[in-house]
């Protein structure tokens, strides 16, 4: 946990810098030591990962990774590239939640299996494909439908159950009744 800490850190103080709109010496400080940390422990996993993977790690690209990151985020929290701020952006963000959640293991267990058997550069071209593909479907076709029904009938379900009163047009009180009987006759 300890190894992620500093990009969680990271994350809050842009945060706070996106609240406030400035960087000060402080915030700027904490994320320039996070910025160190960060590159430190993926020093420490590139050499953990030679002995997984036969392969070897270029420490400039890793920390031009790792700069390259925290310098996006900074520009986009303080406003200086407005040129992102497209729909299709906002939805490759919602995308990266599920691809999150599913990419480390998912991604060992391709690598682990498929290693040594076909080329590195197809696996990783084939596993980031699948993986976006994945999330994609998760957000469309699951998390998207999901938020919107809760969004659409929590409010109400929360309103009927804390016996409040409803005023709604769309939706009878009596559809509610229903809905919360056959909630409670499961």
């Known amino acids: 946990m300890f190894e992620w800490s500093p990009a969680f850190i990271a994350g809050m103080l842009m945060a706070e810098i996106y609240n406030s709109k400035k960087i000060n010496i402080k915030n700027g400080t904490a994320i320039l030591i996070c910025f160190i940390l960060s590159t430190f422990h993926r020093m420490i996993y590139a050499k953990i990962a030679i002995i997984i993977y036969p392969e070897t790690f270029s420490k400039p690209i890793i920390v031009a990774v790792i700069f390259a990151v925290y310098a996006i ?14 729909p299709y952006f906002l939805y490759l963000g919602i995308m ?4 999150y ?14 290693m040594g058997h076909y ?3 197809l696996i990783l071209a084939g596993t980031v494909t699948l993986m976006i593909t994945a999330s994609f479907n998760i957000v469309k ?3 998207g439908p999901l938020f919107n029904f809760i969004e659409k009938y929590l409010d109400i379900l929360i ?13 009878e009180t009596k559809g509610i009744e229903k809905m919360s009987n056959s909630i409670s006759d499961k």
Do not use: C, H
Request: aromatic share 18%; glycine share 4%.
């Open 73 to 86: 985020m900074l520009l986009v929290i303080l406003g200086r590239l407005k040129w992102l701020n497209k």
């Open 96 to 99: 990266t939640y599920p691809l």
């Open 101 to 114: 959640l599913q990419n480390q293991r998912i991604g060992y267990i391709i690598f682990n299996n498929l």
């Open 119 to 121: 080329n590195k550069y």
């Open 141 to 143: 076709y699951i998390a």
């Open 159 to 171: 309103d009927f159950f804390l016996d409040l009163r409803y005023k709604s047009t769309s939706i």
